[in-house]
């Protein structure tokens, strides 16, 4: 890695340790974590390839404690930050058709609703994905709840992009709860995808906040799902997936993973003899972060 490829100096520095020190990205977060310095996977793999580096006062703490695990001398990471930057969200983004299995079907079906992205007018700060399971171990329900912020003046709508395992009978069915109305759909069968056109009960100003809280009934189906996933097309401040079992199907094994730039880093997560696993993930993105369990 080089200058010219547009790393900074501690993104040089930072790989150089990790390279030297033989441990990947998924042991450097638990050795944090431990260390009560949390910085999520993703987080460590922005800072490795210069598309970010720590500012906020816990991540410069973090990075203390870097240089202590990775074995280095004191001030061997720090040194080579730059100067605290203006605060705010990075502008980097990816069009969240790239972060789907079918990136064609996916544009093809918001392009059907008058979209450009699905983000046209609004993204989500902030997002809470819960899914829950009956005893037979079949999702039933998933709930999101979401903040949103206006990149235009009266922002109003924008489309959500639900894919699926697998589909027996019938498309997911959105249910509005609160701050949002549904709009049209569109379902391509052949990718187990629907793409849903959400409105504001209002619209924002630019700049502004709304909230916005609806179901996503799913149809039965013989077979069980596996994994609970958000795409993310830019930083969002947290996303919080929380996925519910019934205590009669409790899956056997569970595990986190996070997509950046088509690289996919995982760890297993142990539920400690509970019926759910959650996931938080703090100012992550672009990319797809998730959960996933096997029967």
Do not use: N
């Amino acid at each position: 890695m080089t200058e010219q490829d547009g790393a900074s100096a501690f993104a040089e520095a930072f790989d150089s340790a990790v390279r030297a020190r033989g441990v990947s990205l998924t042991w450097l977060h638990r050795r944090l974590t431990e260390l009560a310095t949390p910085v999520s996977v993703a987080t460590l793999s922005y800072w490795r390839s210069g598309r970010s580096e720590p500012e906020r006062k816990t991540s410069l703490a973090a990075v203390a404690v870097l240089e202590e695990v990775l074995g280095l001398d004191g001030s061997s990471l720090s040194r080579h930050l730059r100067p605290v930057r203006r605060p705010g969200p990075p502008g980097r983004a990816v069009p969240i058709e790239d972060l789907t299995a079918d990136p064609d079907a996916t544009r093809r079906a918001l392009g059907a609703l008058g979209f450009e992205t699905a983000h046209d007018e609004l993204v989500e700060y902030a997002v809470m994905l819960t899914l829950d399971h009956d005893e037979t171990g079949r999702a039933t329900r998933m709930t999101v709840l979401t903040r949103y912020r206006a990149l235009v003046e009266g922002a109003r709508r924008l489309a959500t992009v639900v894919t699926l395992d697998h589909r027996d009978d019938g498309p997911p069915v959105f249910e509005p709860k609160g701050g949002v109305e549904v709009g049209r759909s569109v379902v391509d069968d052949d990718q187990l995808l629907t793409v849903a056109e959400l409105l504001l009960e209002r619209p924002v100003e630019r700049g502004g906040d709304a909230f916005g809280h609806y179901d996503v009934v799913l149809s039965p189906s013989e077979r069980r799902d596996g994994s609970l996933a958000y795409y993310a097309p830019r930083r969002v401040g947290q996303s919080i997936l929380w996925a519910r079992f019934h205590p009669d199907a409790v899956p056997r094994s569970f595990e986190a993973f996070e997509v950046v730039d088509g690289e996919e880093l995982s760890e297993p997560v142990d539920i400690g003899g509970g019926r759910s696993l959650h996931r938080v993930a703090s100012q992550f993105g672009p990319g797809t972060v998730g959960v996933r369990w096997t029967w």
